[in-house]
């Protein structure tokens, strides 16, 4: 994989938007010392595999005349890229040079000159002091994926020396014209590696799908800004229900990323893109659950039955005794999600609908408690995905209808309060532990990473490893 697998996050799709981010990126000279090193043990075995094509023609060789030869059989059985650096260009993009560069081929001779003379062998032919310089271009195609191209190359060879087995002296001025050719190839053949690697791009998470529910898209809502020190992304991350975008009716707002640069890559996502994941989910109904009595555990002595409610409410008892019973809690508007420096809270508005349940399985209705909550979130890296876990902070109730005559709701604090402990959270906590897609390429691995909860975002910082 060569650097531009990190490029990759340079260009996701085309410009078409201009507004905060969700989600920043930070790239380090850190990381970018790292796609060199991947690309050019990666560029080394491109060039070692490239296969050199047969060559003949005529040549005007002194004091011989012309001359007619054939190359054939040529391998290219040794490549050295020993020295390489990576650049930023403020402003403009990536530059690459290659220095000190060598390249052994061997392959087999055949001429024929003055009509009738033919002759044959083999030879060893070594370029050094091969240098290389080329800029890499990112840009979007139709699909709003990166391509990447190269741009302004320029290459030129210090010496070149050939070993012949058989033939005479004179073949060295045939070479001459040789190498000059191949020269001029150098350049075509790193475009051409730089530009395989855009069937790998295609792996770029520019929309991820998350779940039945939902997707987050990744794509730039503005250019990249590059420093001297670093490449700095802005992505949209942004939840959507699934296959359906419809913009929240909130904005992200304005962010910045701290001067850091210990580790490879740093990610920011803001707490925009985790409420406008509240808005997808509450839109599509998935903040709902229906409670039945097998869901709470067999050693409580509460029971979700008539009998038990009827303890505080007597009337359900008198007017539906002996019934089982089933809860419903539903969001009635979106959470809010806020951050905090080491602290995440969301808050919930629901309501909870209390049904009995007849012989025949239809429902009827007892009352409708109106819930405010309060939860805390944990969160944390889980491969490339970002999950948490949460933990009840409060809960308060109130009654919003009642069939079943007036009744102090505070006596069924307790029961609520463990209905959600040993029910809902658990529930809540098995969706988050999926995680969520972070932005990745290819097979892409995060090491040494680091989270932090700070005002209005998290910072994830990170090392990054690739793999095959």
């Not at 007619?68 to 040529?74: D, E």
């Not at 392959?107 to 370029?127: Q, T």
């Not at 190359?153 to 060295?172: E, N």
């Not at 309060?417 to 809902?424: A, D, R, S, Y």
């Amino acid at each position: 994989m060569l650097l531009c697998c990190w490029l990759a996050l340079v260009a996701l799709v085309p410009l078409t938007l201009s507004t905060n981010p969700g989600v920043k990126v930070k790239l380090t000279e850190r990381g970018l010392e790292y796609g060199r090193q991947l690309g050019m043990a990666t560029m080394q075995q491109k060039l070692k595999s490239i296969k050199v094509p047969d060559q003949s023609g005529t040549e005007k060789v002194s004091p011989i005349g012309k001359v007619q030869y054939s190359l054939s059989n040529m391998q290219i059985v040794n490549v050295g890229l020993p020295q390489s650096a990576v650049s930023l260009v403020p402003g403009t993009g990536v530059k690459l040079s290659i220095g000190k560069a060598f390249i052994s081929l061997h392959g087999n001779w055949r001429v024929k000159y003055l009509r009738i003379i033919k002759d044959k062998g083999s030879f060893d032919l070594n370029v050094n002091g091969l240098t290389i310089t080329t800029s890499i271009a990112i840009r979007s195609d139709e699909t709003g994926r990166p391509v990447v191209s190269s741009v302004n190359c320029a290459a030129t060879v210090g010496s070149a020396s050939i070993k012949f087995h058989g033939g005479a002296s004179w073949l060295y001025n045939l070479f001459k014209s040789f190498i000059d050719k191949a020269l001029r190839k150098i350049c075509p053949l790193v475009a051409s590696a730089i530009s395989d690697l855009n069937s790998q791009l295609k792996t770029l998470n520019v929309l991820a799908k998350v779940d039945q529910y939902a997707e987050i898209e990744y794509s730039m809502v503005s250019s990249p800004i590059i420093s001297n020190s670093a490449i700095d992304l802005n992505l949209k991350g942004e939840f959507y229900n699934t296959g359906k975008h419809q913009e929240p009716p909130f904005s992200p707002t304005a962010f910045s990323l701290p001067p850091k640069t210990d580790n490879m890559l740093y990610i920011g996502m803001s707490v925009f893109s985790a409420n406008s994941a509240a808005f997808v989910y509450n839109k599509a109904g998935a903040l709902s659950l229906y409670i039945t009595d097998d869901m709470i555990p067999q050693g409580s002595p509460f029971r979700l039955n008539t009998r038990t409610f009827g303890v505080f409410i007597p009337e359900i008892a008198k007017q539906f005794p002996g019934l089982m019973m089933k809860l419903l809690v539903k969001t009635v508007k979106n959470p809010i999600i806020t951050f905090q420096p080491n602290n995440v809270t969301v808050q919930a508005t629901a309501t909870v609908t209390a049904y009995a349940i007849q012989p025949n399985s239809t429902l009827s209705p007892l009352f409708v408690l109106n819930m405010e909550s309060s939860v805390s979130a944990h969160i944390f890296i889980s491969g490339m995905r970002l999950a948490g876990a949460v933990t009840l902070n409060k809960m308060d109730l109130t009654l919003g209808t009642s069939y079943v005559g007036q009744f102090q709701v505070s006596s069924l604090d307790n029961i609520l309060q463990m209905v959600l402990k040993v029910v809902v959270i658990p529930k809540v906590n098995a969706q988050l532990a999926k995680g969520y897609p972070l932005p990745t390429i290819g097979k892409m691995k995060l090491v040494n990473t680091q989270l932090q909860v700070l005002k209005d975002y998290m910072l994830i910082g990170t090392d990054v490893k690739f793999n095959g």
